[in-house]
């Protein structure tokens, strides 16, 4: 069943009035998803996760504080919800050794990430979607092991996420599996990421997406004094950090730069996003990451996998790898009083309906081409069904060249279309149509040329 909303947006010009109605549909059972997500219970994991007083990944093994302890709290919780799974849902910690590196990691260090494997139900579809954040946490001193580093925002903000997902959606099946993952070493060089992607490329995973949440929390920036709870950041790769010469020609020839797989990922939860979740603005940043800083969707990237970061659109780096003190008026350090759970509940529910919509959908569509052997005014396109889940129907979506956010979109129950606009005018792309209404990720067009 859909819910259906009709917007109607009103424009006057000279003196006429002219109504643009826009019809958005919900699926009751993401819409459900996404209305269950507690800013109360995010609320309480982020000040459990800062009671443990610190999370760096170097921490000593403390029943009561420390990294080996903030896991176990995570791993139990994921156990607390396996019984309402009915078999789905299995969770562990997967523990490996990071050697010293000379820098952050002075010595050999055993470290591990909490896994949570909601297994679909398909069989026949090998689909992985990731969902994660990274547990440990850090002062001033990137190497202080012992100070207080309570990390409410970053990253007990994402890991909250991740526990308040896996409660809600493991009551629920997917056709697809969903991991979610709560990561450490991210403070220490990104090691925990780094392992999970090497191992997911070694074993060769049907990995789709990766989806990284780091510091969702914040809404109120320093210096600037900013208060917005109403946008958040996605930050995706444009041209593939791990991009073969073959890749880089059909790139050039295209000009699609800005229509990579992490590209089509990004405008994927700002639509979904935006469908399922009031007051909240999506904003696409066209960079991997900020200005020399990274995250754990880096290691996908670099291993050729599709990987965004969702972060909060303000920072405070008075409440961002800092000593807890106060100093000139002014409270520093990363304190639980400093988060807002409102707005962590809705940056939770774009990752939600994007998560919840991808797993349901079949795969994208295969050998997606756009026609260049004649020269035309219309532009026809050409594609094969999905190897994953059966397509109802598919959409072709056109947006002008200089538009971040596909502006039409055409449905078909064919496996070709030709729509009368000029491929030298546009950007295409192809997207599958399950049953149920959910959509693949979009597919950008190669050139059929003979």
């Keep these: 069943m859909k819910r259906i909303l009709i917007l109607i947006t009103l424009f006057i010009i000279s003196n006429q009035s002219f109504a643009q109605i826009q019809i958005i549909h919900r699926d009751a059972a993401i819409e459900s998803m996404v209305n269950e997500i507690s800013a109360e219970n995010l609320e309480k994991y982020v000040r459990d996760l800062a009671g443990f007083r610190t999370r760096h990944s170097l921490s000593k093994d403390n029943?009561?504080?420390?990294?080996?302890?903030?896991?176990?709290?995570?791993?139990?919780?994921?156990?607390?919800?396996?019984?309402?799974?009915?078999?789905?849902?299995?969770?562990?910690?997967?523990?490996?050794?990071?050697?010293?590196?000379?820098?952050r990691i002075p010595q050999d260090a055993e470290m591990g990430n909490v896994m949570?494997?909601?297994?679909?139900?398909?069989?026949?579809?090998?689909?992985?979607?990731?969902?994660?954040?990274?547990?440990?946490?850090?002062?001033?001193?990137?190497m202080n092991t012992e100070i207080d580093a309570p990390g409410a925002n970053?990253?007990?903000?994402?890991?909250?996420?991740?526990?308040?997902?896996?409660?809600?959606?493991?009551?629920?099946?997917?056709?697809?599996?969903?991991?979610?993952?709560?990561v450490s070493g991210e403070e220490q060089g990104l090691k925990g990421a780094a392992y999970l992607a090497e191992k997911a490329k070694n074993e060769n995973w049907n990995l789709v997406a990766m989806l990284n949440n780091d510091m969702i929390g914040n809404s109120n920036s320093s210096e600037t004094n900013i208060n917005d709870n109403t946008r958040v950041r996605i930050f995706s790769e444009g041209v593939p950090a791990a991009e073969t010469e073959r890749m880089a020609a059909i790139r050039r020839y295209t000009n699609g730069e800005n229509d990579s797989k992490s590209r089509q990922l990004a405008r994927y939860m700002k639509e979904l996003g935006e469908r399922y979740v009031d007051q909240l603005e999506v904003k696409l940043l066209y960079r991997n990451d900020r200005f020399l800083r990274g995250g754990d969707h880096?290691?996908?990237?670099?291993?050729?996998?599709?990987?965004?970061?969702?972060?909060?659109?303000?920072?405070?780096?008075?409440?961002?790898?800092?000593?807890?003190?106060?100093?000139?008026?002014?409270?520093?350090?990363?304190?639980?009083?400093?988060v807002d759970y409102e707005y962590m509940r809705k940056v939770t529910g774009i990752n939600l309906a994007s998560l919840a919509s991808l797993a349901s959908a079949p795969s994208e569509p295969t050998n997606v081409g756009i026609d260049v052997r004649r020269l035309s005014n219309t532009s026809t396109l050409r594609w094969e069904a999905p190897e994953k889940g059966k397509a109802k129907g598919y959409y072709v979506l056109m947006r002008e060249t200089d538009a971040s956010m596909w502006q039409k979109k055409f449905y078909t129950e064919d496996t070709n279309l030709t729509i009368p606009y000029s491929k030298d005018n546009y950007f295409f792309a192809?997207?599958?149509?399950?049953e149920g209404g959910h959509e693949s990720m979009a597919v950008f067009p190669q050139p059929i040329t003979r």
């Design 298 to 338: 880096t290691p996908f990237a670099q291993q050729g996998f599709t990987a965004i970061r969702v972060c909060e659109m303000n920072e405070n780096y008075y409440h961002q790898h800092e000593n807890v003190r106060f100093e000139n008026g002014i409270q520093y350090g990363d304190l639980p009083e400093f």
């Design 116 to 142: 949570a494997t909601l297994k679909g139900t398909d069989p026949k579809d090998d689909r992985i979607f990731i969902i994660s954040a990274h547990i440990d946490s850090r002062a001033l001193d990137v």
């Design 63 to 103: 029943p009561k504080e420390g990294i080996v302890a903030s896991q176990k709290y995570v791993l139990d919780l994921f156990k607390s919800f396996e019984p309402h799974a009915q078999g789905r849902l299995s969770s562990y910690i997967d523990t490996f050794t990071i050697p010293s590196d000379g820098r």
């Design 430 to 434: 192809v997207q599958a149509v399950g």
């Design 154 to 182: 970053d990253d007990g903000s994402g890991v909250a996420a991740i526990i308040e997902l896996t409660r809600i959606m493991s009551k629920r099946s997917f056709p697809a599996t969903i991991l979610f993952v709560v």
